[in-house]
């Protein structure tokens, strides 16, 4: 990292701003799909996920992504890719929202939307080189 790159970091956004999120980062047309997407993701990753609260995060370079509310590490099975392990309620946040992020891009097609959903894509795996657990996530999304 040189010296004028600022690391990217994450807010979580507040109960006020929670009905905000979702159309402003998924677009108002995808933004039921794009929720769902995230947690079906989620729950076909891992088999220790059930259902719960949600916190949503904006990025500082204007990336985003949802982790639900747990206090205990998940395991994180990928068929596709072979990976197997743990990793934080964060980082499974972070990769259910990449692959759910790859999936809509791709249903959105070369739209407007399309190319804003790929933005937001880059902005987020951009970010997860600067979270604790970036080489679980990226061994997860690789």
């Not at 259902?51 to 205990?72: I, Q, V």
């Not at 894509?121 to 997860?128: E, G, M, P």
Request: charged share 20%.
């Amino acid at each position: 990292m040189s010296n004028q790159e600022q690391p990217v970091t994450a807010s979580v956004v507040s109960a006020g701003q929670r009905l905000d999120f979702l159309p402003a980062y998924f677009g108002p047309r995808l933004m039921m799909r794009g929720e769902a997407l995230v947690y079906t993701w989620l729950r076909r990753l891992s088999e220790d996920y059930n259902g719960g609260f949600w916190h949503y995060y904006t990025l500082t370079n204007g990336g985003f992504y949802m982790a639900p509310e747990a206090d205990k590490r998940m395991r994180i099975e990928v068929y596709g890719n072979g990976f197997a392990g743990e990793m934080s309620a964060d980082a499974a946040g972070i990769v259910a929202t990449l692959f759910a992020l790859c999936q809509l891009t791709s249903e959105a097609g070369q739209t407007d939307d399309g190319a804003a959903l790929a933005d937001r894509y880059h902005f987020l795996r951009d970010f997860a080189a600067y979270h604790p657990e970036a080489a679980l996530i990226y061994r997860a999304i690789d």
